[in-house]
């Protein structure tokens, strides 16, 4: 398998429920990514991993949670989410910093009840 | 006042026709800048990046960037209908600085 694989595609959860989305990239980079897509917004960065080590945390709140074990594989934990949670979840990865250019998931489209 | 702006669109134009996009950002110290294109139900596809003001063509592509006006442009040529998607902007300081900043996103439908 190639590029970036996200898990799963689709996700409803309930406010009280603990979830995690599973991303994969398959392409030798070095750094990882995860990015909320709402409606008509651009994306938001929310958090950052270059070589398994935090870089960035876009003031995300505490309820989403994540975790890089090796630079193939980026988790992102949820727990007590709120209905304004839901959104695209969009995995990404790339050489250096992202200057030229990020490999994205397809995403996980994420609603909460 | 937002470091990038896209018009949302929806953009719609007939099979064959040139499509222009654009964005407009205030910070003049942006150092590459890219277009991506999204279909429903994926992530954004990386179509073309640049590091410097001019053209740049790939195909039916030209990416356009004027720092001058703070202005990028992407032109489509011979429009098909499987251009149909959004499109987003984007932008940053430093290659090595994990921090693009994209557009909102135009989406654009091409009628056969």
């Known amino acids: 398998e190639t590029g970036v694989t996200q898990t799963p595609r689709h996700l409803v959860m309930g406010m009280t429920n603990k979830k995690s989305l599973k991303c994969e990239q398959h392409?030798?980079?070095?750094?990882m990514y995860w990015y909320k897509q709402s409606a008509k917004k651009p994306l938001e960065l929310m958090f950052v991993?270059?070589?398994?080590?935090?870089?960035e945390n876009n003031s995300v709140p505490s309820r989403f949670s994540p975790e890089c074990p090796n630079s193939s594989h980026l988790f992102l934990h949820l727990h007590t989410l709120q209905p304004e949670d839901s959104a695209l979840y969009l995995c990404?990865?790339?050489?250096?910093?992202?200057?030229?250019?990020?490999?994205f998931g397809s995403g996980t489209r994420l609603t909460v009840v | 006042q937002k470091e990038v702006e896209q018009d949302p669109g929806p953009l719609s134009v007939p099979e064959g026709a040139i499509v222009s996009l654009n964005c407009t950002y205030s910070?003049?110290?942006?150092?590459?800048f890219m277009w991506y294109r999204q279909y429903s139900r994926k992530g954004p596809e990386l179509l073309m990046y640049?590091?410097?003001?001019g053209n740049k063509e790939d195909g039916r592509f030209t990416a356009q960037v004027d720092k001058s006006s703070k202005y990028i442009s992407l032109f489509i040529r011979d429009s098909q209908p499987s251009d149909s998607a959004t499109y987003l902007c984007?932008?940053?300081?430093?290659?090595?600085?994990?921090?693009?900043?994209f557009g909102a996103g135009t989406r654009l439908f091409v009628k056969a």
């Open positions: 990404a990865s790339s050489q250096r910093g992202g200057g030229e250019g990020y490999t």
């Open positions: 392409l030798g980079h070095n750094a």
């Open positions: 991993y270059s070589l398994e080590e935090r870089v």
């Open positions: 910070n003049s110290a942006f150092q590459y």
């Open positions: 640049t590091y410097s003001s």
């Open positions: 984007a932008m940053g300081l430093d290659t090595g600085g994990f921090k693009t900043i």
